[in-house]
């Protein structure tokens, strides 16, 4: 005796799967800016020699191919499912957070390992040239997290894409005030030491986001839902006898799922039906917890017994 009960499921043709689907239009413009910016920053460096400013380009250069492969992600994410693959290709966008971790990881180690060399033998900088270049990065990379900060609150995908362009606002301030103690001290070293502060602000968020990536792809419970709690709601419910096999995990941002055994009494289930008890237990979790796409079977007291080998 069993059944399931399925609600807003996999994404299908025509339909927004994902929550990052939303901020397309506004990551195209942020690749666009730092593409820009990138540019620009890559002749500062050239005329003026600082790596603060060069180490800042190639941070963009990351940034620009992160949001590159956000947005392919997206695209891919947001196709139909079909029957081989029930969820479609959901799991892009986390793959691409990944990808973005492992190569911010490797261009911080890069500026970093830079940066001490550079403490050992200091290069003369144009601090006045280097503000300009650095002013004109922080202006733009402004304006790309203003397009971003909501999407990021939604979206893994593009939480990493505001990650990139906020680390890129702090490495442009940290080059702009390299270049005035330049100018009011004459401290070359402030170049170098600007460098490690940007590589040291890289490591840490890429870090959390790449333990973020790899809680969905180890598919453990949403940070935000509480698996004791959801347990406790669905036993409350009258004619509820027991609850066993209740995972929840996580698709891609925005498409949380779970799915459970629940053990309800005969009587009861005789007398409303399965439709009633089957509402309840969506209504329950709908109305208490972020998890609205649930598979549930019903099934007697007892039964669980028969499945240990199947069920876990």
């Known amino acids: 005796m069993g059944t399931g009960h399925d609600h807003a499921g996999p994404p299908s043709a ?6 990052a689907a939303a901020y397309r239009g506004r990551l195209r413009i942020a690749l666009g800016i730092t593409f820009s910016v990138l540019v620009a920053e890559l002749v500062g460096s050239a005329l003026t020699g600082s790596l603060a400013l060069l180490a800042d380009a190639g941070h963009m250069a990351t940034d620009a191919i992160g949001v590159s492969m956000a947005l392919v992600a997206i695209h891919f994410a947001n196709r139909p499912a079909s029957p081989r693959r029930t969820f479609g290709y959901a799991r892009a966008e986390i793959l691409a957070a990944l990808l973005n971790c492992l190569l911010l990881l490797g261009v911080g180690g890069f500026i970093l390992f830079e940066a001490v060399a550079r403490l050992a033998d200091p290069a003369e900088v144009p601090g006045g040239m280097t503000v300009v270049f650095g002013l004109v990065g922080m202006v733009a990379n402004v304006v790309s997290l203003a397009l971003l900060v909501r999407g990021q609150r939604e979206s893994l995908n593009v939480r990493g894409a505001f990650l990139e362009v906020l680390s890129d606002a702090l490495g442009s301030l940290a080059v702009v005030v390299a270049a005035l103690v330049i100018m009011a001290t004459g401290w070359v070293r402030a170049d170098p030491v600007a460098s490690l502060v940007i590589g040291l602000m890289i490591v840490p968020r890429t870090v959390k986001l790449l333990r973020e990536a790899l809680d969905v792809l180890l598919e453990a419970a949403p940070k935000d839902v509480d698996m004791a709690a959801v347990r406790a709601h669905i036993e409350a419910l009258p004619g509820v006898e027991g609850l066993h096999d209740l995972h929840v995990w996580t698709i891609t ?9 629940v053990v309800v009494d005969r009587e009861i289930l005789d007398a409303t039906g399965h439709g009633k008890m089957l509402h309840d237990l969506q209504g329950c979790l709908g109305t208490h917890f972020d998890v609205e796409h649930c598979t549930f079977q019903l099934e007697p007291s007892g039964h669980a017994e028969h499945e240990a080998r199947l069920c876990h």
Do not use: E, F, I, K
């Open 14 to 19: 025509g339909t927004t799967a994902t929550a």
């Open 253 to 261: 941002s925005g498409m949380p799922v779970l799915s459970a055994h």
